[in-house]
């Protein structure tokens, strides 16, 4: 049987950065090169990064990436490896408008332009705002194996540009990926490229991007599905990785072209010397099947990445926020340990008169364990000048909430002062129900749980600490911020369940309302108590203003706040018996 090496660049591309992508290629391809490689797949939008969102509608960002794309033909031929047949994803622009396209790219030149067909358009994705859709598949022959061409949502399709390569004939189909992680969301992806695999009849290489941009991160778990299904080859999650993987393919001498379900196929063979199968060569030894993390490990790391780049690709250094010895700091404190180093992080204990000693004592240990740089400045003073001033003792929530905001006064000056940039560290309960103070805790300009629930963030304390253990070091969360009842602490003796339902029934309420989008009949069909149902309902139909004020935050739920979950602040309608 005819034999084929391919490459997957599972990279982590910056947007905007032409020219740095371009270097990244360049460089992954020499290394598939020396690898053995014949064949190189990048993600979708790899030389832009993805998504550009509006800059799509940016004619000379269009006009320059296509530029760049034709110019890394010759990059690629003046480093070496123009023989290796490398697929980039970039943005085109013709006279119909900007495209979602992929080159392939071989001995200097441009083989393969094709344009995505399937612009998705819902949850985090706006692509029929941005592009065109192209109606054209294009086929190439390399070493006598015909190798076919999808994008990302294309592979989506049941009976689409898949099936169009099926009835054509291919012996190989690839696909560049930009699937933003979610939750188990392999659980869907991996027997989807099986059933597309069977419906091509061909083995299926689907490559994803790695990495954070803004508020969505890319989990890579880049896979080669044979054509009965069966996982051939699969990247680890959340790194930059060369998988390279040798393919036994069937050679099916394949002629159709044309008009075929609905799109124009095209075929070109990559010269006469490419007209035949190649000698058969040593394989590499064994497959190379990364194992899946745990649920814990993948929420993790999903978060670590997105909190690194977007701390990294915006060009700082170094993050502070409050330290509260409570538990949802605490572990954006873990987190911003694992993703930038202890160096890089400030944590500030900001104690006013309500907050307890085992706060201030436990917000001084988890520093000690983590190594991170750590101060205390006290607000007490600075509260009874607001209070005094405005006669604000004893009128409640309004004193109350002017020590959540002088800490936020006092973080942003400190990131003025000093050049870090400010972390907030509400999570999604908090943010559901609008259980956080605007201008106060939830100042900064990234949140690194907010799409994390209460609940949740419990779990992966207990299992970053557990992870440590097995690892012979020190759990970095102190084991009472996790079991201690939680408390703003903005006034004597408060705890959450004064103001908020008890979170484990909470959390159960909050991801059949906002993930489920579920309204009053399911939830009483659920269970859960008509009161109770009303209550929390009310509770985050009257918090929207506040969580479009809040700064974006890594998403690995299916339906975030933000990017997935966009209601009307101005909004009568109301879930009711």
């Given amino acids: 049987m005819p034999q084929l090496r391919i490459a997957l660049g599972q990279i982590n591309p910056t947007v905007g950065d032409l020219h740095g992508n371009a270097e990244l290629i360049v460089e992954w391809t020499r290394r598939a090169a020396h690898e053995g490689a014949h064949v190189i797949v990048f993600s979708e ?190 990247a680890p999650q959340f790194v930059e990785h060369l998988l390279v993987t040798d393919l036994d393919l069937t050679a099916g001498g394949h002629t159709a072209e044309g008009e075929l379900a609905g799109l124009r196929v095209r075929r070109r063979l990559l010269g006469a010397d490419h007209r035949d199968p190649l000698p058969r060569y040593q394989p590499l030894a064994g497959p190379v099947l990364s194992e899946p993390l745990s649920d814990e490990a993948e929420m993790w790391s999903a978060l670590v990445v997105g909190l690194r780049d977007y ?38 204990a900001m104690p006013s008169k309500y907050s307890s000693e085992h706060s201030r004592s436990d917000a001084a240990e988890l520093a000690r364990r983590l190594g991170c740089h750590f101060r205390v400045e006290p607000i007490e003073n600075m509260v009874a000048s607001y209070v005094d001033q405005l006669g604000l003792s004893g009128t409640g929530l309004a004193e109350e909430n002017v020590q959540s905001r002088v800490r936020g006064v006092l973080l942003m000056a400190l990131s003025n002062l000093e050049g870090h940039l400010v972390l907030a560290t509400g999570n999604k309960t908090e943010l559901a129900v609008g259980y956080s103070t605007i201008y106060g805790d939830a100042v900064g300009a990234f949140a690194p749980i907010k799409d994390v629930f209460k609940t949740q963030v419990w779990r992966l304390a207990r299992w970053r600490n557990a992870d440590a253990e097995k690892r012979g070091e020190t759990p970095p969360i102190p084991e009472n911020s996790i079991s201690k009842p939680p408390s703003a602490e903005l006034r004597p003796d408060q705890l959450d369940t004064d103001s908020l339902p008890d979170y484990t029934v909470l959390d159960d309420i909050l991801d059949d309302y906002v993930e489920g989008d579920r309204g009053l009949e399911d939830l009483l069909a659920a269970g859960f108590d008509a009161a109770l149902i009303d209550r929390v309902v009310r509770m985050v139909d009257k918090a929207e203003y506040k969580r479009r004020q809040y700064p974006p935050g890594t998403k690995i739920t299916f339906k975030a706040f933000g990017r997935d979950r966009r209601l009307p602040m101005t909004n009568a309608w109301r879930e009711s018996h």
């Fill in 45 to 234: 939008m790899a030389l832009v990064g993805y998504p550009v969102e509006d800059l799509a509608l940016r004619s000379s960002f269009a006009k320059a990436s296509r530029a760049k794309a034709d110019e890394l033909a010759g990059l690629l031929e003046q480093a070496g490896c123009g023989e290796v047949l490398t697929y980039v994803g970039y943005l085109d622009q013709d006279e119909v408008g900007p495209r979602n396209a992929v080159v392939g790219l071989f001995r200097g030149e441009v083989v393969v332009r094709q344009f995505k067909h399937h612009l998705p358009n819902y949850g985090v994705f706006d692509e029929r705002r941005n592009f065109e859709p192209g109606n054209s598949l294009d086929v190439v022959r390399l070493h006598g194996l015909d190798i076919g061409l999808v994008i990302c949502e294309d592979m989506w399709q049941e009976g689409g540009p898949v099936a169009a390569l099926g009835e054509a004939g291919v012996d190989l189909v690839v696909v560049p990926n930009a699937s933003p992680y979610e939750r188990s969301k392999d659980d869907i992806r991996l027997p989807l490229a099986a059933r597309r695999a069977a419906e091509a009849g061909a083995p299926l290489v689907y490559t994803n991007q790695v990495g954070g941009q803004d508020d969505l991160v890319f989990d890579g778990d880049s896979i080669v599905v044979g054509v009965d299904g069966e996982l051939l080859a699969r």
């Fill in 311 to 348: 701390v990294h690709k915006n060009g700082f250094r170094s993050v502070i926020f409050g330290f509260s010895g409570g538990i949802d700091s605490s572990v954006a404190a873990a987190l911003a340990v694992d993703a930038l180093g202890p160096d890089a992080v400030h944590g500030v």
